[in-house]
């Protein structure tokens, strides 16, 4: 880390585990339910919350000293706009049928809450170096709950990772699934992505007993 | 054993060492000689134990039915049926004791590791909790679900719809019905449909020696005619899940927990109402004609209301389930209405889910999650009651402060 100072380091760290987005602020829950039933959504989601929050935190930062702070809010949500509609151009592009297996939510990250959090409350008071790693990691922290997610929920619900199948084949019955397993359709629906997130936090918290809140 | 447990009192394994040690003998603690005590025989034990017992005859006969629909389902069913010749006998019980008997193993074998090893972990001691879930949890799953998948939902049942809550008693969801919700919605193959509601009938699928075991449900959701009598229905000689066929050993069951004043009157009453009242008003629909024979729910809505209790579990879901103390209404008022949305809304699940006709699960959790908030609003209105009485009390002035004179010479 010879380019980061330590206070630089730390703003990217902090959010992969104690000051995570997701379990400790619980923030951007709705994403992480909807669209982590596959692995390979939850890696393009986390990619483009990485590029819209890290290169959307450098120009709400930049902007800081002339946004009129009453109209603040319509500025940053243009700015995410913006970056959001880039984000589904290059997928409609480039990964047709990843884009719509994402639909509507490649254009739902404009209201995930993690991209106006980091803005109102982090890019508007600090430089633009600053601004980017923080925003560089919030989204990898996010990004790091969500592949997780996807990971087990896949895993469990499909049998498949990426789409790969890992159990074998559950209609030629190979595999673990001759053995008689067979995959839980519970995980496929979006309750399940809650009580996985839920056990995380569960797992998180009782690592980390300095998180459980005081009653 | 008691000097045992001296022995191990403060260590790690204490708790779990304790339960087998209250379990098998009386504790060997004493109250202490100072002030007055009161003393309940009814403890937590106690309580389980009832409806235990309230639930031994159910899976007795669960037992036999399992063998009786197997066989019946290959060989066709017996004509001038009698029940010592075609239901009691060995070959049904071995059925039984093969199907049966290793749900009930499972279930609790696999819910008391997992008690013991939340109470290691917690410290305190291990709840009797489970005593009473771990016999419900085979009574309402099919008959050949793969022991496996018990086991998963179990330990999901127990973990999350309990334990994540603080254990028995703080649970807002009843366990069991966790465990069978989870169940249905993670491997609904196994969970509807018409060939895992008798044993052997998912083996044979699709083979020359097919056997098909629809529950009357699902005969009524496809409009089709079934060959049950009313009293195979009542009695619980039909397919179904293991232990909810027979409404009269529910009913047995029930009257029992309620003479022993473990299960409230009110729940069970309110919610069988419940269930005539939506059952009358879809008999009326189709009386008035609203709906013709071709629609989808003509089979289950013109289906006499009062039938509506005698198959499916819900008559099973009103006594055991929906009676649970913990997550059932509290207040007096509240249980009336408790009991009374879940027998409307099993009733209506049913009939609007073809897909999918039996609703009482669902219609129980769903109240479990209201029942808070109905004894909030109870306790509300009786606390605003109250309040009304006394503004609008008359408080009568004292006869000292001279006043009272005044209004007397006022009235007269």
Request: proline share 4%; charged share 15%; with cysteine.
């Amino acid at each position: 880390m010879g380019l980061l100072t330590k206070k630089d380091a730390g703003l990217i760290l902090d959010p992969l585990a104690d000051n995570n987005p997701i379990t400790i602020q619980v923030l951007g829950i709705c994403s992480a339910l909807a669209i982590t039933a596959e692995l390979e959504a939850s890696v393009v989601m986390a990619i483009s919350v990485i590029f819209v929050l890290g290169v959307g935190n450098v120009v709400i930062s930049l902007m800081r000293n002339i946004i009129p702070s009453k109209i603040r809010i319509i500025v940053q949500l243009i700015v995410v706009a913006t970056l959001v509609i880039i984000v589904d151009q290059v997928l409609k592009a480039f990964a047709y049928e990843l884009s719509k297996t994402l639909g509507a939510f490649v254009g739902l990250i404009i209201t995930n809450c993690i991209i106006m959090g980091r803005f109102e409350a982090f890019a508007l008071a600090n430089g633009p170096w600053k601004s980017f790693l923080d925003g560089i990691g919030n989204a990898l922290g996010y990004g790091v709950i969500l592949i997780l997610v996807g990971f087990f929920r896949e895993l469990l619900g499909s049998g498949t990772l990426f789409g790969v199948p890992v159990l074998g084949d559950p209609i030629e019955k190979t595999g673990l699934y001759a053995t008689g397993y067979e995959n839980n359709g519970f995980m496929i629906i979006p309750p399940a992505a809650l009580i996985v997130v839920g056990i995380i936090i569960w797992v998180q918290r009782s690592r980390n007993p300095a998180l459980v809140e005081e009653n | 054993m008691h000097e045992l447990k001296m022995k191990y009192q403060g260590k790690k394994m204490a708790p779990a060492f304790n339960a087998f040690h209250t379990f098998l003998y009386s504790p060997n603690e004493t109250t202490h000689a100072g002030g007055t005590h009161v003393k309940g025989a009814d403890d937590l034990k106690r309580t389980m134990n009832t409806v235990i017992m309230a639930l031994v005859p159910i899976l007795l006969f669960s037992m036999f039915n399992a063998g009786y629909q197997h066989f019946s389902a290959i060989n066709g069913f017996p004509e001038n049926f009698s029940v010592m010749e075609h239901f009691l006998t060995w070959d049904n019980f071995w059925i039984g004791i093969v199907k049966v008997l290793p749900l009930v193993v499972v279930s609790y074998g696999i819910g008391l590791i997992v008690e013991f090893i939340f109470a290691v972990i917690k410290g305190h001691e291990v709840e009797e909790g489970y005593l009473v879930t771990g016999m419900l949890v085979p009574l309402i799953v099919p008959v050949d679900t793969p022991l496996w998948m018990l086991a998963v939902a179990v330990v999901f049942g127990v973990v999350i719809g309990k334990e994540v809550f603080g254990g028995t008693g703080m649970n807002i969801l009843n366990p069991a019905l966790t465990i069978r919700a989870f169940l249905f919605f993670a491997y609904p193959t196994w969970m509807s449909g018409d060939k895992v509601w008798v044993h052997g009938a998912v083996d044979l699928a699709g083979g020359p020696d097919a056997i098909s075991g629809e529950t009357v449900l699902g005969f009524l959701a496809q409009n089709k005619e079934f060959q049950y009598s009313v009293s195979d229905m009542f009695f619980g000689f039909i397919p179904g899940s293991v232990g909810e066929t027979s409404a009269f050993l529910c009913l047995l069951g029930g009257l029992f927990l309620i003479f022993s004043k473990i299960a409230s009157w009110r729940i069970m009453v309110s919610a069988v109402i419940g269930s005539l009242v939506m059952g009358l008003v879809f008999n009326q629909v189709v009386e008035l004609g609203w709906i013709g024979e071709t629609s989808k729910f003509y089979g289950l809505m013109s289906f006499d209301f009062w039938k509506h209790l005698i198959v499916g579990g819900l008559a099973f879901g009103i006594v055991y389930m929906a009676t649970d103390p913990v997550t059932g209404a509290q207040t007096n008022r509240g249980k009336w209405i408790y009991g009374f949305l879940i027998g409307f809304i099993s009733v209506m699940i049913r009939v609007f889910n073809p897909a999918y006709p039996e609703g009482v699960f669902l219609a129980i959790l769903l109240m479990n999650v209201f029942a808070p908030t109905i004894d909030h609003y109870v306790i509300r209105g009786n606390v605003n009651r109250r309040m009304k009485r006394l503004k609008n009390a008359v408080i009568l002035p004292k006869d000292s402060d001279g006043k009272a004179e005044e209004l007397k010479a006022e009235t007269v």
